[in-house]
């Protein structure tokens, strides 16, 4: 049964999205929370809406730039000193970029994209492992993507970020197992978050809805998910329930991966 | 109204700690075995959590069988909301060569055409009645190449097709199918067997990044998750749960 009394948990990303429904599912299941963001006023309005759905949860926030390594030790150390322990991890935070065919793509695009994406992640893990190796228990997911798994096209750094995301899971999954510890990656695949909102904006300008409805047409449910569906992934994925699933990719993509 | 799940090879092991997770939901339960021991020994522990729950002995290899145990759910619940499409035997272990042709037909028998009997049954209910949630039986021999299990790692293979390609067909008509890939789980039978020659116990974990071997109690909380939790755009996956096992190869 999943339980999240007296657990502590590090969501980044927190402040919009797939972060802030994990929070709230979280949260609704008695869990203490650190949100992490750059956006203050983003994780503001997780405050709130965590507050209403849940008066009794314990949220705090941080804003921090997760590409800036010492940003991410001092989110990691904050929990430490609030919460005494990090029993989970939701190592959340990505951007999309900017779509385009690879010659035009853009090298400070793709840096800017492979920082935020890939070492943002890889900082995240680098510092909360320690702590949870030093426990001996803890569990991590990582947000991977469809685009972790397959090639989408015109977006290169997001491909070669979430695909990292992939690797590093994998690989620290195998050092980590033995101190009791549970390393996964989720694979969303059409989940209308802002984020995806933003893309399909990049496609069809005002007209990005109907680019959506298009967009799903392929999906075998013809239909977007829900970011409450990701969140009840990873509140199921970071409990104590699922320690047994390790350095597994787990699509959350409405059946779009039965091709590949 | 009560939900309805239907759980093949709940007489033991993963589907009678499945069918016992399910029960905390307050779901009703037709559990199915060839073991009449095995069925209602698991029947009367589900109604001693309060659900309603029935025993129907099936042979799942033999589709009048498995069209029974569907026709005699639908009669004593009325519906079938869940299904653990889960009997399976493993098999002696032998190298394929070593294997005699009545072995191998009825590994395929009871893993494959058991499997496809109950969905081409049971997905037809859910279909006609706007939806279902499906969670198929895979393994990690359905995932990687193991040696020994040559039969046992055709038809786990099998059931992942299955799975990916049922959602191409149905996942518009509300059909939700998932797979699980348990790693080395120590089910009862197995604890007995370990007990016996702690050495294989010892290579077996030493063999999984977490050093330990699965509870059923921990599948049993995927398949729970995957049948009833609201993520419902989870469709056509198969979760390995195996502490890492299938990812060092």
């Known amino acids: ?260 | 109204m009560g939900k309805t799940a239907i759980i093949t090879g709940g007489g033991s092991g993963l589907g009678q700690a499945a069918a016992l997770r399910l029960a905390e939901e307050g779901i009703n339960i037709s559990v199915v075995d060839i073991s009449e021991k095995g069925g209602n020994e698991t029947v009367e522990q589900l109604k001693g959590k309060g659900v309603d729950a029935i025993f129907i002995k099936a042979d799942v290899s033999k589709a009048e069988d498995v069209k029974n145990y569907v026709d005699k759910t639908l009669e004593h619940f009325g519906s079938i909301d869940y299904f653990f499409n889960n009997a399976g035997i493993s098999g002696s272990g032998k190298y394929f060569l070593e294997t005699d042709i009545q072995e191998i037909d009825q590994i395929v028998g009871i893993n494959l055409m058991g499997a496809l009997y109950g969905l081409r049954y049971v997905a037809e209910v859910m279909v006609k009645n706007g939806g279902g949630s499906i969670v198929n039986t895979a393994s990690s021999a359905g995932v990687i190449g193991q040696d020994s299990v040559v039969t046992y790692a055709a038809t786990k293979h099998g059931i992942v097709g299955i799975t990916k390609s049922l959602v191409a067909e149905y996942a518009k008509d509300g059909l939700r199918v998932n797979a699980i890939a348990p790693g080395p789980t120590e089910t009862p039978m197995v604890k007995t067997f370990f007990e016996a020659n702690p050495e294989m116990k010892a290579n077996a974990e030493a063999g999984i990044p977490q050093k330990r071997l699965g509870t059923p109690e921990e599948v049993a909380e995927l398949v729970a998750f995957l049948l009833t939790s609201k993520a419902q755009y989870i469709n056509g996956d198969t979760i390995r749960i195996d502490g890492g096992f299938t990812n060092t190869k």
């Open chain 1, 1 to 260: 049964m999943i339980n999240y009394t007296d657990k502590a948990i590090i969501i980044t990303g927190g402040g919009s999205g797939l972060g802030r429904a994990a929070a709230l599912s979280i949260a609704k299941q008695g869990g203490k929370l650190v949100l992490v963001d750059m956006n203050k006023d983003g994780l503001e309005e997780s405050k709130n809406e965590i507050l209403a759905a849940a008066p009794e949860a314990s949220v705090e926030l941080v804003t921090a730039n997760v590409t800036n390594e010492e940003e991410v030790k001092n989110y990691v150390q904050f929990t430490l000193d609030t919460f005494g322990k990090i029993d989970g991890f939701f190592n959340n935070a990505g951007i999309e970029g900017k779509q385009n065919p690879t010659e035009d793509y853009g090298s400070d695009e793709f840096e800017k994209v492979v920082n935020v994406n890939l070492n943002g992640v890889f900082y995240g893990m680098k510092h909360v492992l320690k702590v949870m190796k030093e426990q001996g228990f803890g569990s991590i997911v990582n947000t991977a993507s469809v685009g972790g798994i397959r090639g989408v096209g015109n977006q290169s750094g997001y491909a070669a970020s979430k695909h990292g995301v992939v690797g590093l899971t994998r690989n620290s999954g195998v050092e980590y197992g033995q101190f009791g510890i549970s390393i996964n990656a989720i694979a969303p695949g059409a989940i209308m978050t802002p984020m995806v909102e933003g893309s399909l904006r990049q496609i069809g300008g005002d007209n990005w809805e109907a680019v959506g409805t298009e967009f799903v047409s392929v999906n075998p449910m013809k239909r977007f998910g829900k970011p409450e569906e990701v969140g009840n992934l990873v509140t199921f994925l970071l409990s104590d329930a699922a320690k047994f699933i390790n350095a597994s990719v787990i699509p959350i993509d409405g059946g779009q991966s039965y091709k590949y």
